[in-house]
């Protein structure tokens, strides 16, 4: 099994690409090693010394590391949780722990907006973000405010406040009148 990793705009993060697919559907997000439980492949790569968040894709892996542990230490210790995962046969979660898009049914008089909104996040917005190894999930639009949630490379990367004003919130915006303004929230 050969593991290709590429960096992300986010300097603690590198997106891991084992080459097959994690998850079918969905994404799973596992900032802390808290819930990490949940998936065999996240709880693997936690016991790496110095990973402090784990974000599965479609068909990547980005991990999150400490300030002051340098790559070069960590890598070869995700590579090969990462390939002791794959080999084992285990599931990638258990049970049904992928999340979706954030697709909950939105009524009233906001939902021709958001369901544009999601439209968008979804068809513009969601692959160029896993390009980078995250996501971006809705979480919401009240008086003209979308508020979004960034995933994996994305949270806490230092480019992400301007990928989601100058980028996100001048599409949205040209695209969907009603839209004023784009906020991250933390989950």
Known sequence: MFIQTESTPNPATLKFLP?????EMGTADFPSSEGSEKSP???????????????????FVTVTKADDVEWD??????LGAIMEHFQSG???????????????SHDGEDGEVVNQIKELLDTRVRPAVAQDGG??????????????????????CPSSTIT????????????????????????
């Not at 996240?42 to 068909?59: H, M, P, S, W, Y």
């Not at 285990?90 to 909950?104: C, K, Y």
């Open 73 to 78: 230490h960590i890598k070869p210790a995700i």
């Open 90 to 104: 285990q599931p990638v979660i258990l049970g049904d722990g992928a999340q979706n898009s954030g697709h909950a």
């Open 164 to 187: 989601l004003k100058m980028g996100i919130e001048n599409l949205l915006r040209h695209y969907i009148p009603e839209v004023t303004e784009v906020r991250p929230v933390g989950v």
């Open 135 to 156: 996501d971006i999930t809705f979480h919401g639009f009240d008086r003209g405010v979308v508020y979004l949630h960034m995933q994996g490379a994305c949270a806490g």
């Open 19 to 23: 080459g097959q697919m994690v998850l």
């Open 41 to 59: 492949l996240a709880e693997r790569i936690f016991k790496a010394q110095g990973v402090t968040g784990v974000f599965l894709g479609n068909d």
